[in-house]
């Protein structure tokens, strides 16, 4: 955490470079991205305990990356789309909009609308 702070860089990215470099083998070789990123989730899997201990207080006290903050964002996702869906819903926008979809072939919810002033062109069209 110091280290990050002095080199101003965030201490979740500081944390996984260091990682990267401890586990490269001795060939060179990294590790995969998805063995790094579960290192960084479950830090009981990384054989040094000490490095272990300063990855996790990285992963936890960055407020801008990595794992927690990445279950914030997705959590924050989740209620958004609940809300709206309870909106459009409300208003007969997703039946229309599911409905336009199954016509024209497509499974996406990509055609259901993002920004209040698409829900407010989609509720007049109606």
Known sequence: ?????????????????????HCTDADGKPPS????????????????????????LCVLEDAHYGPVVD??????????EYKLQEILTSQGVVEAASDAAIAAGVRSRSLLPTTTSEMAGATRRQ
């Open 1 to 21: 955490m110091v280290l990050a702070d002095k080199l101003n860089v965030s201490p979740v990215v500081l944390a996984r470079i260091i990682l990267e470099k």
């Open 71 to 80: 279950s914030i964002r997705r959590s924050i996702g989740y209620e958004y």
């Open 33 to 56: 991205r998805s063995m790094l990123s579960q290192m960084m989730k479950d830090t009981a899997t990384i054989d040094d305990p000490i490095l272990a201990d300063e990855v996790q």
